[in-house]
């Protein structure tokens, strides 16, 4: 998902306006007044300040809502697949696991924790990379060439498959969850809009839709064996028993996934919030006017 971190931005751009605020407010508005008074001229505030005291507190509400409430992300790839689609607008709550600081993401207030079959944005965590010193660290580097490369800034987006304690174990497209085969039931080849590339490669390499039991939660994968086959858990970064604190996270899209399967876990403090609604869904203007938008997804509850 994007890099951009907006919610940061947000809050630099309101302690700034604040700070302007409160500076004037204390040390120069006054002497303004009193300067107008005596020549009997009307009171020009700096545009500087008119602009922070008009538009401060609209922006500290948008950015309480978007911090603590609901935050829009969009979806970039197509590792959700069919559950979540390239341009797909999505609402994520970030009260449903606990009240965070704002860019820190400290949590203040625990309100729960992740579930199997939960759809959750995270910042990404990065690869788990061996530093030479028999250490493993987090590195930017998806081939460990350099285990020092920054993890890049990114809010990533996939499905809870296992909670701390479970054991996990996948053989090919079988995911199993405490020894017990995860059903599935196939719905049929995949049908997309063959000018869409994601659902372009789907068709070509002949990708089935299964409804997967995970739990309580019912949900559609997508299986595409002839493109790809990820490697199996437990693997080298990978233990087969999810440790505390941590998840086992999954695209849908199950053959075209980066996901825990390469990095590892996904630590809880990495955790934004639970995806639940799609409230816009673009296609992008290469499809005419008719086709910006794909309105059957609009309203679509994320399950």
Known sequence: MAAFDFSAFLLGVTVLFGVIWLIDWLFLAKA?????????????????????????????????????VAEPFRIPSGSMMPTLDVGDFILVN?????????????????????????????????????????????????????????????????????????????????????????????????????????????????????????????????????????QDIPNAVVPSEVPKGCYIVMGDNRMNSTDSRWWGCMPEENLVGKAFFVWMAWRGFDNGISGMFDFSRMGKVIH
């Open 94 to 230: 970030k009260f449903t696991y606990g009240l965070r600081m704002p860019a820190f993401n400290n949590k203040l207030i625990d309100n729960g924790e992740p579930r199997r079959g939960d759809v959750v944005v995270f910042r990404f965590p990065g690869y788990r990379c061996p530093d030479g010193n028999g250490h493993i660290v987090r590195s930017g580097d998806l081939t460990c060439q350099d285990p020092n490369m920054p993890v890049p800034s990114e809010n990533w987006i996939k499905r809870v498959i296992g909670v701390p304690g479970d054991r996990i174990e996948t053989r090919g497209s079988e995911l199993y969850i405490n020894g017990e085969r995860v059903a599935m039931d196939e719905l049929g080849p995949y049908k997309g809009d063959v000018k869409q590339p994601e659902d372009h490669l789907l068709m070509t390499y002949g990708s089935k839709l299964y409804t997967e039991h995970l739990g309580s939660v019912n949900h559609t994968i997508a299986l595409t064996p002839a493109y790809n086959m990820p």
């Open 32 to 68: 303004r007044r009193a300067r107008a008074e005596a020549e009997g001229a009307e009171v020009v505030e700096p545009w500087p300040v008119d602009w922070a005291r008009s538009l401060f507190p609209v922006i500290l509400v948008v950015l309480i809502l978007r911090s603590f």
